[in-house]
């Protein structure tokens, strides 16, 4: 497992596309490995409704250093 950076400004919220700060997400959930904050206990629960649609795939950074698909999942 692995933990997200408390001074990374390049995080978002990877339901919504919101930047967020380590330290101002309370919320987080773990999939295959990953670490996701989120910006809202509504993001969340989206999240872990469906996972998949919102993983790590390629476009912003997430809360582990790796790319979330921040944008592709909101447009959808």
Known sequence: ????E???PQLRD???GR???AASA??????EGHTYL???EHCRML???RPEAYAVRGGETSADGDSTA???ATAA
């Open 14 to 16: 990877p339901v919504c």
């Open 38 to 40: 989120f910006c809202s």
């Open 19 to 21: 930047h967020i700060t």
């Open 70 to 72: 921040a944008a592709d």
């Open 47 to 49: 999240f872990s409704l």
């Open 6 to 8: 408390t001074t990374d």
């Open 1 to 4: 497992m692995t933990t997200p």
């Open 26 to 31: 309370l919320l987080r959930d773990e999939y």
